[in-house]
């Protein structure tokens, strides 16, 4: 989960808790420090070990630019944007490395059985 939010109001912090409470590992990564429902959320300067299948985006457009080799770095196979995320053109580099982009919102996708 990238843009992941101590602030239980925004839909990334629900999005962490969907995703605990259906047994999906999940690794919280965001600007500010804190935790969901047990979960750290680690800065970007300290990726996760291991395979990476879903990266689900909740950063705005013009503050994903920053983290494109961060993202291409996790080698996922999927990469999830959420409503008000889409990216042409991260879309295109990922599409360039075979990684199936979504353009769904994680929450209902969670809810449907569609994750």
């Known amino acids: 989960m990238l843009g992941a939010s101590p602030n239980p109001?925004?839909?990334?912090h629900k999005a962490v808790k969907l995703l605990k409470k259906f047994g999906h590992p999940?690794?919280?990564?965001?600007?500010r420090a804190g935790e969901i429902d047990g979960i750290p959320i680690i800065g970007f300067d300290n990726p996760p070990e291991?395979?990476?299948h879903t990266v689900t985006i909740y950063l705005?457009?013009?503050?994903?630019?920053?983290?494109?080799?961060?993202i291409l770095n996790l080698h996922p196979?999927?990469?999830i944007f959420n409503p008000g995320t889409e990216n042409p053109e991260l879309e295109k580099i990922l599409k360039e490395r075979e990684v199936e982009i979504v353009r769904n919102c994680t929450l209902q996708m969670l809810?449907?059985?569609l994750f």
Do not use: I, N
């Open 77 to 79: 196979r999927r990469v």
């Open 50 to 52: 291991g395979p990476v």
């Open 26 to 31: 999940v690794v919280a990564v965001g600007r």
């Open 9 to 12: 109001e925004r839909f990334s």
């Open 111 to 113: 809810r449907k059985g």
């Open 60 to 70: 705005a457009p013009d503050k994903q630019k920053a983290y494109y080799d961060y």
